[in-house]
């Protein structure tokens, strides 16, 4: 009989940073990396068309999608997704 072992759960949830990317736009500067930015908030999401969802859904008030990094595949399970203030586009 097969026998299931481990964090399973790894393979079907992403844990999601969602970082204030607005002050790019304000200044006109090249980005920076991913962790310099302010965390506006964390979330959990699961993995199943997570890319159609960060498209589509709004993680944060008054903030819209700008760029999204997958994690590298070393153990980190941390996205990072660039949202900017809606009143700067």
């Not at 920076?32 to 999401?45: K, T």
């Not at 199943?48 to 997958?70: I, P, S, T």
């Amino acid at each position: 009989m097969a026998k299931l072992d481990g964090d399973l759960w790894r393979y079907n949830i992403a844990k999601i940073t969602l970082v204030d990317v607005s002050e790019d736009y304000q200044s006109f500067l090249g980005p920076m990396p991913s962790d310099f930015y302010p965390v506006l908030r964390e979330v959990v999401s699961p993995k199943y068309k997570l890319m159609e969802r960060l498209l589509n859904q709004e993680f944060v008030g008054g903030y819209c999608y700008d760029w999204h990094e997958a994690p590298d595949g070393d153990g980190d399970l941390n996205w990072f997704v660039g949202v900017v203030n809606e009143n700067l586009i």
